[in-house]
């Protein structure tokens, strides 16, 4: 998808064929800042994001920047909330898998998702349908449909909706049951992050299959990241709403991040960004080495129950990154009962190239279970672990 995205940058910026891509990206990188600020710095305070999708130097600015970011983020969720909260979206085989992607820009975040409907269920049709108040980036996720996704993937169908999410009635929409349906940081846009998205999400369980998953990515900014752990609580705490919490959290407790107020949960994820945002990159200085995202599943049917593994202490994810100093590995994780525990593990007789490589094994967001004997430190909540961490048998 990089030469789809170059190629619409060239025609925004009336760069001629065959002037070096270097040169072209110079000038891309002034798109990059402008949407950068606003998603950060110049966010507006009312929540009210001007169209800058419309744009046709934005939006090739945020192909070449963002989307890779997007499509990375999607995937990696998408993945994980199958293979490790073991969601199942198949319901009877006659329809195709119905991917609804709302605020979808040019719908990096579907297309994540098909890529890994084909390979996880290479049998099924998908469509995936295009939502956003842009005309122009549903437009460009048709056309990367037909010049590159279709190619690789004739399983695969985009259709495209033009609206506002401020206003989606989900009758009105007409569309049959959604298998997955994605908000790729769009939440932040549609609904001002000081306001509760949970009666937004709420709206959209007319859209949802009964063995659907609706997974919202958002901005790893504390006032993003804890207003879509409050949504998550209130599906979690709620009995009688129409959805049960599918992931990251382990069960359904309330999250103590946002009780305590200083950290809030996200993921940070190491990745390979294509070239050309690397470029990019090389004045923004921006650290793209790791994905920084905060993200929840929600489903109609009670998601997987988590239970510490036989044999072992305790089973964590990982809310913290996880720290080597002299003595120790330290980190925090939350059981599936809602416990915060920070846990140092002793390092005594690891060389400093086997705790480096542990620390390096280790992502905000996994999950572990503590293999050895965990006892209580002065502090409550501080645990010290004789043993190691294990990847959970799922
Ligand atoms: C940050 S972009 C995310 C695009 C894409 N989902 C992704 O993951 O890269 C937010 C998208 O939401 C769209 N959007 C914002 N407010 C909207 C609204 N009220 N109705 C429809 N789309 C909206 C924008 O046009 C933009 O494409």
Redesign the pocket.
Known sequence: MEKFWLKKAREAWSVPAGTPDGVLLEKVRSGVETLSDL?TTERPGNGK?R?Y?SDPKLLAAYGLF??PQ?FAR?SFSVRRLLDVYAWNPLGSDETPLRIL?L???AS??GFAAAEIFREKFPERKTVITA????RA?VQAAREIAQNTGSEKNPQVSVETLV????KLVPAKLGLPPQDLILL???LN??VPANEDAFPFLKNLAPLLSKNGAIVV?EPALKLTAERLRRASDSVAQNPGNPFFRLAPELGNHTCPLLREGIFWEHEVRKWTPPESLEFLNRTLFRDISCLKFAWSAFGKKPGKHFDVPAGAAELLRLVSPLEATKTCLRFTGINPAGEKKSVEIPTRGLSKSEVKKIAAEWERGDLAALAGTLSPLGNAGHFRLDGKLLPPEL
């Open positions: 998603f994001f169209d999708m963002f989307f997007s999607a992607d605020g979808s820009g990096p975040c939502f956003d108040r842009s980036a609206g506002d999410l401020k790729g940081w769009s846009e549609a990515l």
